[in-house]
Nanobody
Framework: QVQLVESGGGLVQAGGSLRLSCAAS????????MGWYRQAPGKQRELVAR???????SYADSVKGRFTISRDNDKSTLYLQMNNLKPEDTAVYYC???????????????WGQGTQVTVSS
């Protein structure tokens, strides 16, 4: 079983920074794949960043160079450091934990409740 506790959203001005956190508890393995996804009004949910079971990171082209995904020392908390935020980053951000038997298929994994990020111009 996996339980997710997500936090860190808020309102910031363009050019500012924000860090999202997602605490994963339960039977999650230290090397499980996790990721951040976002959904803006009228748009489909999209990948923001993902860290694989082996620690390899990947990013959407729109955030590469500005966002950084990482795990803490316990590998129980997932972070998304967001720098140089733009109004286009405004969305609800969701934490995802993949199932070991369904790699690279976040739709089959676990999701957090989502946290709102709003970037003003």
């Amino acid at each position: 079983q996996v339980q997710l506790v997500e936090s860190g959203g808020g309102l910031v001005q363009a050019g500012g920074s924000l860090r999202l956190s997602c605490a994963a508890s339960g039977s999650t393995a230290s090397n499980i794949a996790m990721g951040w996804y976002r959904q803006a009004p009228g748009k489909q949910r999209e990948l923001v960043a993902r860290i694989s079971s082996g620690g390899t990171t990947s990013y959407a082209d729109s955030v590469k160079g500005r966002f950084t995904i990482s795990r803490d020392n316990d590998k129980s908390t997932l972070y998304l450091q967001m720098n140089n935020l733009k109004p286009e980053d405004t969305a609800v951000y969701y934490c995802n934990v993949e199932r070991r038997w369904a790699p690279a298929n976040p739709e089959l994994g676990y999701w957090g409740q989502g946290t709102q990020v709003t970037v003003s111009s």
